[in-house]
T-cell receptor, first 112, second 114 residues
Framework: EADIYQTPRYLVIGTGKKITLECSQT?????MYWYQQDPGMELHLIHY???????EKGDLSSESTVSRIRTEHFPLTLESARPSHTSQYLC???????????FGSGTRLTVV | GNSVTQMEGPVTLSEEAFLTINCTYT??????LFWYVQYPGEGLQLLLK?????DKGSNKGFEATYRKETTSFHLEKGSVQVSDSAVYFC?????????????FGSGTRLQVQP
């Protein structure tokens, strides 16, 4: 079974802390994506990558950063968490750009 | 740019009722169309897809037909179950601002009561 893993599932953290949300996939997909999902359910693309050492900002401006050093790994980092970063973060991957996405289970982040 | 418009929810139905969730789109070229489902506390799962006009995608009793003339991809199910309660997202894949991207609608929450 093809899988994409996100850890942690839930995270509550204090303002100003640095955090990294992990995302790994076992499918060998070159394309990976980070979405932020607001409480109203809408999905916003915040970062994407089309391969190792390739990262781009998405449609929604985000203070987070990403890296892609290995094909299977696409972590997202917040250097200084704020309450406005409270959201659900979904990672996805695909073999073909913009088609056939597989999503992880998400990380629900709460910054207090 | 590309866009997807879904009917607002929540949609509340009794078990065994007929379901329709409307979806219309705006896109350049010839997009592929998708329905994703998100169960509580989970990520999105692909429910069905259609890659060209008049194609019908189907899965788990759900169906949607790619209607190019009306730019629509409505989701239907003949008899819903409590286990179908989830959020449903319509999406399209097409070229937008120089790259192929997946564009999502805002989601429709379905609540099925026993």
């Amino acid at each position: 079974e093809a899988d994409i893993y996100q850890t942690p599932r839930y995270l509550v953290i204090g303002t100003g802390k640095k955090i990294t949300l992990e995302c790994s996939q076992t499918m060998g997909h070159d394309k990976m994506y980070w979405y932020q999902q607001d409480p109203g359910m809408e999905l916003h693309l915040i970062h994407y990558s089309y391969g190792v050492n390739s990262t781009e900002k998405g449609d929604l401006s985000s203070e987070s950063t990403v890296s892609r050093i290995r094909t299977e790994h696409f972590p997202l980092t917040l250097e200084s968490a704020r309450p406005s970063h409270t959201s659900q973060y979904l990672c996805a991957s695909s073999e073909i750009q913009g088609f056939g996405y597989t999503f992880g289970s998400g990380t629900r982040l709460t910054v207090v | 740019g590309n866009s997807v418009t879904q009917m607002e929810g929540p949609v509340t139905l009794s078990e065994e009722a007929f379901l329709t969730i409307n979806c219309t789109y705006t896109a350049t070229g010839y997009p592929s169309l998708f329905w994703y489902v998100q169960y509580p506390g989970e990520g999105l799962q692909l429910l069905l897809k259609a890659t060209k006009a008049d194609d019908k995608g189907s899965n788990k009793g759900f169906e949607a037909t790619y209607r190019k003339e009306t730019t629509s991809f409505h989701l239907e199910k003949g008899s819903v179950q409590v286990s179908d309660s989830a959020v449903y997202f319509c999406a399209l894949s097409s070229m937008d601002t120089g790259r192929r991207a997946l564009t999502f609608g805002s989601g429709t929450r379905l609540q099925v009561q026993p």
